[in-house]
């Protein structure tokens, strides 16, 4: 009886060992397996941010072409720019002409009781469109603030 209670036991404590080791088997076999499922996705990480990295990159060819459709659109505008430049600046001559030859005439003109004064109808309109229309602008001006004194 002794003898086979220790039996028992022994038959217990095998049985007991043989699952524990397949147990420690199982969970070495799992561990190995998710180690070797964190290296393949790490490779794969890895592969896809290099990948990425290469797509955000742009060929030298499209730079170079988005370089020069800006320097040409840059070019167009600097071109624009000095035009409407040029054209102000002969406005502002045209304009000082206009301005110091309608000064000299009221300079020039007596200022007695008889004397005529010259008005907005004494006035010649310059022959270039943007002048002309800022001389009519100016007499539609003087028309309107003296308004009063030619109605009065």
């Not at 600046?89 to 206009?98: D, E, H, P, Q, V």
């Not at 110091?100 to 010649?124: D, E, G, K, Q």
């Not at 309109?125 to 109605?151: C, P, S, V």
């Amino acid at each position: 009886m002794m003898l086979e209670s220790a039996d028992k036991k022994l038959k217990k404590r095998e049985y007991m060992r043989n699952i524990m080791r397949f147990y420690r088997e199982e969970k070495r076999d799992e561990l190995d397996a998710l180690k070797a499922q964190v290296a393949a996705l790490q490779s794969e990480y890895k592969s896809r941010l290099r990948a990425s990295k290469r797509d955000l990159l742009l060929p030298w060819r499209q730079v170079a072409i988005a370089l020069r459709d800006d320097l040409r659109d840059i070019q167009n505008e600097r071109a624009s720019l000095r035009a409407k430049a040029a054209a102000l600046a002969s406005l502002i001559r045209t304009s000082k002409g206009w301005v110091s030859t309608n000064l000299v005439r009221r300079r020039f003109c007596h200022t007695s009781m008889h004397a005529i004064t010259p008005t907005w109808r004494n006035v010649t309109l310059e022959r270039d469109e943007q002048a002309r229309e800022l001389g009519k602008a100016w007499i539609t001006k003087q028309m309107y603030h003296n308004t009063d004194r030619m109605f009065g």
